[in-house]
């Protein structure tokens, strides 16, 4: 899995004109799914993902986590994130998760971040989104489950 997390005042994703869904203060996160990854590696994705402390604290240092903070996050799917753009000038795609198996595990991280965060709103898997974000900081980090967890 590839997350790309932004950390946000606030964000929102709208289909067909409606909002879909929004948050307030903590992470905007597109989650991209290798035809590779399993709920094994989910898991240890989201440990990561909620457990990073990346918000200011009293000092203004980067040590709270998502929780300390009280704060929500908005999961939209992105495939894109898992393009190969080492060989000439499209992007593969061919190390994507097919669409069956990556909205299994999109919908399995999906449920899996509600048990450890209160508010968890999401996009619509594979359908033509508008992101809407205030980044805060700017502050975007990218997790990498080959990079993290090489087999």
Same mark, same amino acid.
């Given at each position: 899995?590839?997350?790309?997390?932004?950390?946000?005042?606030?964000?929102?994703?709208? +289909?067909?004109?409606? +909002?879909?869904?929004?948050?307030?203060?903590?992470?905007?996160?597109? +989650?991209?799914?290798?035809?590779?990854?399993?709920?094994?590696? =989910?898991?240890?994705?989201?440990?990561?993902?909620?457990?990073?402390?990346?918000? =200011?604290?009293?000092?203004?240092?980067? !040590?709270l986590?998502?929780?300390?903070? !009280?704060?929500?996050?908005?999961?939209?799917?992105?495939?894109?994130?898992?393009?190969?753009?080492?060989?000439? !000038?499209?992007?593969?795609?061919?190390?994507?998760?097919?669409?069956?198996?990556?909205?299994?595990?999109?919908?399995?991280?999906?449920?899996?971040?509600?048990?450890?965060?209160?508010?968890?709103?999401?996009g619509?898997?594979?359908?033509?989104?508008? +992101?809407?974000?205030? !980044?805060?900081?700017?502050?975007?980090?990218?997790?990498?489950?080959?990079?993290?967890?090489?087999?």
């Amino acid at each position: 899995m590839k997350f790309v997390i932004q950390r946000v005042n606030h964000a929102s994703v709208e +289909v067909d004109g409606k +909002v879909i869904g929004s948050i307030q203060k903590g992470f905007l996160v597109f +989650v991209g799914v290798y035809d590779s990854d399993t709920k094994e590696i =989910a898991d240890k994705m989201i440990n990561k993902l909620v457990k990073m402390r990346i918000f =200011a604290d009293e000092n203004g240092k980067t !040590n709270l986590d998502i929780n300390s903070v !009280n704060g929500q996050l908005l999961i939209v799917s992105q495939f894109t994130l898992c393009a190969d753009c080492r060989k000439g !000038n499209r992007p593969s795609f061919t190390g994507a998760g097919a669409p069956d198996h990556a909205n299994r595990l999109y919908e399995y991280f999906m449920e899996q971040c509600k048990k450890h965060v209160e508010k968890v709103a999401h996009g619509e898997f594979g359908a033509d989104m508008k +992101v809407d974000l205030l !980044n805060d900081g700017p502050f975007t980090l990218m997790l990498d489950s080959k990079e993290m967890f090489p087999k």
